[in-house]
């Protein structure tokens, strides 16, 4: 098969899912977060908003993992980050029989796109990568550090409790907007790391894992168009 023929019937799968996370999730975010916009004279930015933001800043590979739900219908984004280019993302949506089905795959290196609906085979453009380990972790389609960094000066932060897994557990921090006695949102942050594993706030939900885990990320064997001759 002749790949260049096959880039151009399928160039709108790359920029379908090339725009898909950021596209998904700022709709979700717009119409789904609620905002606080006033600046309440006094707040003071919390330590430990200082704490996470600085070990997210500082970490090499994680996974996020998103959930939500967009016109009716639940979606769920799992994206592995290993710094300073890669990155594998993969979105799931519930199907009419309930069961969630991929309907997306992506794979960024520093020097190529690679994208896929469904199960379908894969197209791949050259693009030069994203320098993660710079923008650090996502929440939505937000850096977490920019959220953080928004959330310093409109809200105060409360401990919670120690929620315990399996193998770690974590604190959880309650977020309270000047003019609520109730929670807005909430971290659950490992105390001895500083590093977030769960975020809600709003209809915001992301879960962390795999900080600083060596995640093996797999370019896919794809033939990429030769370049156009020079005339």
């Known amino acids: 098969m002749q790949i260049v023929p096959f880039l151009r019937a399928n160039r709108n799968l790359v920029a379908l899912f090339g725009g898909f996370l950021a596209t998904a999730l700022g709709w979700w975010w717009l119409t789904s ?49 290993v710094c300073p280019y890669d990155s594998h993302s993969v979105t799931q949506t519930r199907a009419k029989n309930g069961t969630m089905e991929q309907s997306g795959e992506v794979v960024q290196t520093r020097d190529t796109f690679y994208a896929r609906e469904g199960m379908d085979r894969w197209s791949a453009e050259p693009r030069a990568g994203i320098d993660q380990c710079a923008r650090g972790p996502m929440a939505g389609p937000s850096p ?3 959220l953080l960094e928004n959330l310093k000066g409109t809200t105060r ?17 309650n977020f309270f907007s000047p003019s609520s006695r109730d929670a807005m949102g909430s971290v659950c942050v490992e105390e001895a790391t500083h590093l ?22 797999v370019a896919p064997e794809v033939e990429l168009p030769k370049a156009a001759p020079q005339p």
């Open 33 to 81: 977060v609620p905002r606080t916009t006033s600046h309440p004279k006094g707040f003071t930015p919390a330590m430990e908003l200082e704490r996470i933001a600085y070990a997210a800043r500082n970490a090499r590979s994680w996974r996020v993992t998103t959930f939500g739900t967009m016109h009716g219908e639940d979606f769920q984004t799992d994206q592995d980050v």
């Open 144 to 146: 977490l550090v920019s």
């Open 196 to 217: 977030p594993y769960e975020i809600q706030f709003g209809s915001l939900h992301v879960q962390y894992s795999y900080w600083n885990m060596p995640i093996q990320i």
């Open 157 to 173: 932060m409360e401990p919670g409790a120690t929620v315990s897994a399996k193998d770690s557990s974590c604190r959880v921090w």
